[in-house]
């Protein structure tokens, strides 16, 4: 049995407002055979597109290979834009040494409320994923229920928006699509992309994540 704990402490400033929750990094970013092509941080996976949407979204010509500027690079796009990062899982057990969400097992969630209290300024969690199981929003509303918390549904449109009360806030969250390659299936399926595409033949679900991220990076 592989114990993958998370390698990375959550990324939140003192004005930090908004907080992309995931699940867990692959296993190798645990421990730390990296590839080449990964970067040492957050959605580092070189087969996780979460930054290049970033990239292309606001043309920044991030580095892709395992050094410290990439991380620097990725650091100071996060505290300029008052992005943070808050992984909801903490640690799991693996029969399977993989990435899959599904293989999860004795999972232990942190304390993502905890986070919110002492982050007053976070006003929105993207979650990179939906509802299915073992997916960052199926976690968080597991989290929110032994609080005696839950999400209201604010908009059922992909991505589908949530909101919830914490004392006095009220803190939205937004379900992206997911930026691992799994995902790609699924865009294909959605009546929008198919209309996108039919206009567009060179339209992919690359273009579909960007126009989807752009109105939350």
Not at 56 to 79: M, S, V
Not at 152 to 157: D, G, L, P
Request: glycine share 6%; net charge positive; with cysteine.
């Amino acid at each position: 049995m592989f114990f993958h704990k998370h390698p990375y402490e959550p990324f939140i400033k003192n004005d930090t407002e908004k907080l992309i929750v995931g699940t867990l990094p692959p296993p190798r970013f645990t421990t730390g055979e990296l590839i080449k092509q990964d970067v040492d941080f957050c959605y580092g996976s070189y087969y996780n597109s979460l930054w290049l949407y970033i990239d292309k979204i606001h043309d920044l010509g991030l580095d892709f290979e395992n050094t410290n500027k990439a991380i620097e690079e990725r650091k100071n796009f996060l505290i300029k834009h008052k992005i943070g990062v808050c992984d909801i899982v903490d640690s799991c057990e693996r029969d399977k040494i993989d990435a899959s969400d599904l293989g999860m097992q004795n999972i232990q969630l942190r304390n993502l409320i905890g986070y919110l209290n002492k982050s007053p300024k976070v006003h929105t969690l993207l979650f990179t994923g939906g509802n299915s199981k073992n997916g960052p929003e199926y976690f968080f509303r597991k989290h929110l229920k032994e609080s005696n918390l839950k999400l209201e549904i604010v908009s059922n449109s992909v991505p589908r928006i949530h909101q919830f009360k914490l004392n006095n806030r009220i803190i939205k969250t937004v379900s992206l699509t997911s930026p691992s390659g799994s995902a790609n299936r699924a865009i294909g399926s959605m009546e929008l992309y198919k209309k996108m595409k039919n206009e567009n033949s060179k339209f992919n679900t690359f273009d579909f994540r960007v126009l989807q991220y752009q109105e939350w990076f």
